[in-house]
C-alpha cells in the first residue's frame, strides 16, 4: 500500500469541532506542525467519514481512541462487546490508505492533556483515519505517533468520553 497525499489546502487556522454524544470538542489543528495530517483529517471530516463512528478504545489515564469505519454498523453494547462475531473487530479500520508519520520533522509533537494525535499499527506510515485524545500527558508518545492538534474547548467531554460513545459529527471551521 503507497503512502497517500491529501489534496486538500491546509489554511493553518482550522478548528475541527467534535459532536458527541456527550458535548462538543474544539481543536485548533497545527497545519503548520503536521501538514500531512491535517489535511488528511480535513479531507476525510469534510467527506462525512468519521459521522457516526463510535469511540472503540479507553485506557484510563492514557488515550481514547476512535475514528474507525467499522464502528459506523455497529450499535454502543456491540463495540464495547469487541464487534459482531464474524465481522471485523473496532479498531481494525481506516480509510483504506496510510500517510507519512509527521512525529519526527512536527516541532510542536508534544501529547499534552487532550492533545489530538493519530493512532498508528507498527509502521510509523501506517496512519489513516484512527485518532486519540490524551487522558493526560503522555510524553512517552512523542518520538512515535503525530499530534496535529490541541483540544481549546471540551476538555470536559473528554474526560467523559468513554468506549461506544459516539462521534455524531466532525466539522471543521475555517476550512
Do not use: W
Not at 501529547?111 to 499499527?121: G, K, Q, V, Y
Request: charged share 20%; aromatic share 10%; net charge negative.
Amino acid at each position: 500500500m503507497g503512502l497517500y497525499t491529501p489534496e486538500y489546502e491546509v489554511k493553518g487556522n482550522e478548528i475541527a469541532v467534535f459532536e458527541t454524544s456527550k458535548g462538543t470538542i474544539k481543536v485548533k489543528l497545527d497545519g503548520e506542525g503536521a501538514p500531512i495530517h491535517v489535511a488528511n483529517f480535513c479531507e476525510l471530516a469534510n467527506k462525512g467519514f468519521y459521522n457516526g463512528t463510535k469511540f472503540h478504545r479507553y485506557v484510563p489515564g492514557f488515550v481514547i481512541q476512535g475514528g474507525d469505519p467499522i464502528t459506523k454498523d455497529l450499535s454502543a453494547d456491540e463495540v464495547r462487546a469487541g464487534g459482531k462475531f464474524g465481522s471485523p473487530q473496532p479498531g481494525t479500520g481506516g480509510p483504506g490508505y496510510h500517510i507519512k508519520g509527521e512525529f519526527k520533522t512536527n516541532p510542536n509533537n508534544s501529547h499534552e492533556d487532550a492533545a489530538l494525535a493519530m493512532a498508528r499499527a507498527m509502521d510509523p506510515d501506517s496512519a489513516g483515519s484512527q485518532f486519540y485524545f490524551c487522558l493526560g500527558a503522555q510524553h512517552n508518545l512523542d518520538s512515535g505517533y503525530t499530534v496535529f492538534g490541541q483540544t481549546i474547548e471540551g476538555k470536559d467531554v473528554i474526560s467523559e468520553l468513554g468506549v461506544g460513545d459516539e462521534l455524531i459529527s466532525l466539522t471543521i471551521e475555517n476550512a
